[in-house]
């Protein structure tokens, strides 16, 4: 299976806490997109990175590749009680033309 | 917004009914997608569109019936479902890409579909 598999599956911080999530995935990739969904919605898009990237930063938000570990990791710093939601790394594997989504990280920040 | 919309939001049927889902996109986008989305299982990729053409059939039983008219709509006729297909039914589009430039999918915000 492509599936890849988020780390942890659920995570409960304070506001201005930072939250970090994993994604690791088994075979190799074109590109890595990481999505949001709050509760019962449809997913929205956050940050793509490409296969020879390593890092990219979107506002509070810092991805990092590494494809020698197969692994990938959503940062969010100074974390908003609004940033409550599942968070979902999203594949591109070589050689196939969709995405293949993991199973997700659950976030829950406390005001 | 996303820019994409589905009807109905909400939806429930019994088992010998037949219904349709729809999606419009109004960003441009030549790619449509569904997906089914079950409690505590990952987003399940059913169908593709590209340009109007099915260029993926995620093995999806016959009992979804996918219909792409134009770019822009996308329709998912269900007849004698199961109660294991009670769902959310996601809809995205994109622009078409490949390999490291395959691009980001907007999302509209689901039909959630119970089956009796």
């Known amino acids: 299976s492509q599936q890849g598999e988020e780390d942890p599956q659920a995570l409960s911080i304070q506001e201005g806490e930072n939250a970090t999530m994993n994604c690791s995935y088994k075979?190799?990739?074109?590109?890595l997109q990481w999505y949001r969904q709050n509760s019962g919605r449809g997913l929205v898009h956050l940050i793509l990175i490409r296969s020879n990237e390593r890092e990219k930063h979107s506002g509070r938000l810092r991805v990092t590749l590494d494809t020698s570990k197969k692994s990938s990791s959503l940062l969010i710093t100074a974390s908003r009680a609004a940033d409550t939601a599942s968070y979902f790394c999203a594949t591109v594997h070589t050689g196939f033309q969709k995405l293949v989504f993991g199973t997700g990280t659950r976030l829950l920040v406390s005001p | 917004e996303t820019g994409v919309t589905q009807t109905p939001r909400h939806l429930v049927m019994g088992m010998t009914n037949k219904k349709s889902l729809k999606c419009e996109q109004h960003?441009?986008?030549?790619?449509m997608y569904w997906y089914k989305q079950s409690a505590k299982k990952p987003l399940e990729l059913m169908f593709v569109?590209?340009?109007?053409?099915?260029?993926e059939n995620n093995s999806v039983p016959s009992r979804f019936s996918p219909e792409c008219p134009n770019s822009s709509h996308l329709f998912l006729h269900l007849h004698t479902l199961q109660p294991e297909d009670s769902a959310l039914y996601l809809c995205?589009?994109?622009?078409?890409?490949?390999?490291?430039?395959?691009?980001?999918?907007?999302f509209g915000p689901g039909t959630r579909l119970t089956v009796l």
């Open positions: 075979t190799s990739i074109n590109n």
């Open positions: 960003l441009g986008h030549n790619a």
């Open positions: 995205a589009s994109s622009h078409p890409g490949s390999g490291v430039n395959y691009n980001e999918q907007f």
């Open positions: 569109y590209n340009f109007k053409e099915q260029t």
